[in-house]
Structures are given as structure tokens and as C-alpha cells.
């Protein structure tokens, strides 16, 4: 699991559309392959964006994942009169699907996307703005991401320098994604579209 990346895609905009992403982003079922490990009867990279095997999808996706693992949605929730968003958690190797979700946020323009991810085995949280085909980045500072692992081994009494949990190490990750999720509240969002031009 050393390679692994906790990943959390929300997607928000009108209610409208946020449940014809939901539907759309669901593989097909002759698309299920029941003999592999992943979990993709929720979210499918290659509904969104079909590719053959042969293509390197590190290039394609921004991750070697080709569907993503353990994913679990979470119901539409309302935000305000006319809109909703959805969040989704799964795994992918090594890092997010970025380059995936740059492509769909351009088939989705009225829908905006973050994407969270907590990569322990490069030392990394980050999350990404996706809006028409535009994205911006926001990387959590190195002190910070050390600092809630180490809180997080202080609250159970142990030293994070001559102790090793699991259980600890996962609970930290979710925490540093719900940070990274944070960070682009509402205001940062309008800040990262491009500026539209005036009629002259």
C-alpha cells in the first residue's frame, strides 16, 4: 500500500448536472471486469475518458491507475437554492488523476471539480481547481502536513519519531484531505477563473 494515494474528486455546480455527472461517470456494465481489484461501479476513468490498454496512462490520467480502487460517493447534497455536489474517495497509484480531470472539467463547464490527494510515498498533499479546462494547484507546505502527523501520533501518546501505526498514519491522510479540500473556499474559486473580458 506504500504506493498508494488517497484521492477525493467533488464535484459541484446545478443540481441538473451534477446528477448527469453521476450518471455518466458510472462504467457501463459491460465494462465491469469482475476479476480485477477495482472498485469501479461508482467512478469510471474510462467511461469518462476511454483509452486502449496498450496507451501509458500516466501521460493520460496523470496516474498508472486505469480505474480507481475502493471508491465510495457520497449522496447529493444541496448547496443553496439550485445547487449540489457530490464527493468521491477512492485510491490510485503513485497520484491523482489530474490530467483526467482537467479534460472532463472542459465536458463539464458549468461544473466545478477539486481534486485532493495525500501521496505518502512522495511526501505530498495537494489540490487541484478544475474549472472549463483550467486548473490551479495548491500544495499543502511541507511543516504543516509533518505537523498534523505528528499531532496525530501526540494525541494517542506516542512519538511519531520511534513509533509506527498504521491506523494513525490513515487517520492523518484523511485529515490532510480535508484541509487540502478547504482550501479553495468559494472566494479562492472565483479568484482562479480567468477574468472575462469587457464589451467594449
Known sequence: M?????????????AVEVREFVKVAQPLRRLSQPEDS??????SF?????R??????????????????DCTRTRLKRVGATRARVEYRFLTKWSGPYVLFRRVSKQFPRLEFLLGAVAPAVDETNCWYFHQGRGRNWKM????????RTEAYRAEGLDIEEDDDLGIDVEADHTMMIEALAHWTPARRRAA????????
Open 52 to 69: 486502449p490498454d496498450e496507451e501509458d496512462l500516466t501521460d493520460i490520467y496523470g496516474t498508472p491507475s486505469p480505474e480507481p480502487e
Open 46 to 50: 474510462r467511461r469518462l475518458d476511454p
Open 2 to 14: 506504500a504506493d498508494m494515494c488517497l484521492c477525493a474528486l467533488v464535484v459541484e455546480g446545478s
Open 193 to 200: 477563473r480567468p477574468s472575462r473580458k469587457r464589451a467594449n
Open 141 to 148: 507546505p511541507d511543516h504543516r502536513r509533518e505537523g498534523i
Open 38 to 43: 477495482y472498485d469501479c461501479s461508482l467512478l
